[in-house]
């Protein structure tokens, strides 16, 4: 089972980054599939969902400016992130079979770093 993560980079204050997340048949199937972030000094949190059916959420800080999507044809999954703020610098990590409940997923990749710069 394997996550990996790119898209990651430094860019300033409004700009715009593509995060992908390249996955496995086995964890591409999972019921639920999220993006987390933990930033220096603080607690991993999610920053975004999405179930099998396509239904997502976002936490209330990115929602309006990130979008999370799935490529079927690829396997991968996706987080466009607009707008970004000097507080959305984290690492990134995406993670599959979660409980949309709890967020405490099975499998997580290896993180990739956001740099936002004012």
């Known amino acids: 089972v394997q996550l990996v993560e790119s898209g990651g980079g430094s860019v300033q204050a409004g700009g715009s980054l593509r995060l992908s997340c390249a996955t496995s048949?086995?964890?591409?199937?999972?019921?639920?599939m999220g993006w987390f972030r933990q930033a220096p000094g603080k607690e991993r949190e999610g920053v975004s969902q999405?179930?099998?059916?396509?239904?997502?959420s976002y936490t209330d800080s990115v929602k309006g400016r990130f979008t999370i999507s799935k490529d079927n044809a690829k396997k991968t999954l996706n987080l466009q992130m607009d707008s970004l703020k000097p507080e959305n610098t984290a690492v990134y990590y995406c993670?599959?079979?979660?409980?949309?409940?709890?967020?405490?997923?099975?499998?997580w990749g290896q993180g990739t770093q956001v740099t936002v710069s004012s």
């Open positions: 999405i179930l099998r059916d396509g239904s997502t």
């Open positions: 993670a599959a079979h979660c409980d949309p409940a709890t967020l405490v997923c099975a499998y």
């Open positions: 048949e086995y964890t591409y199937s999972s019921y639920s």
